[in-house]
């Protein structure tokens, strides 16, 4: 299992690296763009979790736009996150080596948490 | 002379830094701070996913004075990064770029967050 995600993860990665500069700045504003009214979701996300019982709070992610909000939201979150992670270890860390372990440790850090989003809702799915 | 016995050009630490570059680089870190925000929602949805005993339990934790403290860091993180963030949109448009306005611009900008912050932390 786990070299099957490492052989998804590694071509992806050395894609995601050889991104042209231009490109990545781009997708860092597209997804900040698209991430302005995702905000607003996850404030709702978060009141209801406070909030709401457990059948509640199951009904309302497991609804269908709540679900693609969900899904929406970890993508670009996820490729936003990355990206300006990625200028974040390129501006301060000059280590050439380094800075690719890092890089390679964040994007399998938001691989993890992408796998395990979706892996909770879908026990949450037949557990319902 | 070897690289390490140059002396240095004078640099941030000596410099007073103007409002702006003090919000840029506050910027990263609230972007960083966030990303720890992102393991509270991830922990969120394993505790649904892992039953109601579960769920509960945080979010019972999740309603402590406590942890209600970090969720406000949080929103506040978020209220800034996402105000700076819509500056940074502006300026990428060859907006917002007036010197004499710059000082005026960032107040603005810390009052939108502000706002915002509160109007999040009323919310949740």
Do not use: C
Request: hydrophobic content about 60%; cysteine-free; proline content about 4%.
């Amino acid at each position: 299992m786990i070299s099957k995600i490492k052989e998804f993860l590694h071509p992806l990665s050395t894609q995601l690296r050889a991104l042209p500069v231009k490109n990545q700045w781009l997708w860092q504003r597209v997804t900040a763009f698209l991430l302005v009214p995702l905000v607003i979701w996850l404030g709702v996300f978060f009141h209801v979790a406070l909030t709401a019982s457990y059948k509640e709070f199951s009904e309302w992610l497991l609804g269908p736009w709540n679900l693609a909000g969900l899904f929406v939201f970890l993508s670009v979150v996820a490729a936003h996150g990355y990206l300006g992670l990625k200028v974040i270890i390129e501006d301060y860390l000059s280590d050439q080596r380094l800075q690719e372990q890092l890089m390679l440790i964040a994007l399998w850090g938001f691989g993890l948490l992408g796998v395990g989003a979706v892996g909770a809702v879908i026990i949450l799915f037949f557990r319902v | 002379m070897p690289n390490s016995h140059r002396p240095l050009a004078p640099h941030v630490t000596i410099y007073k830094w103007p409002l702006t570059a003090v919000l840029s680089i506050s910027h990263r870190l609230t972007g960083v701070f966030l990303l720890l925000g992102l393991v509270v929602f991830f922990t969120v949805l394993v505790a649904l996913a892992s039953g109601e005993a579960v769920f509960l339990s945080v979010q019972d934790f999740l309603n402590q004075r406590p942890a209600q403290i970090v969720l406000a860091g949080f929103a506040f993180a978020l209220s800034f990064h996402l105000v700076h963030g819509l500056r940074h949109l502006l300026w990428d448009l060859g907006l917002g770029f007036e010197s004499s306005k710059l000082r005026v611009y960032a107040l603005w900008e810390l009052l939108a967050i502000s706002v915002l912050t509160g109007v999040a932390l009323v919310l949740i």
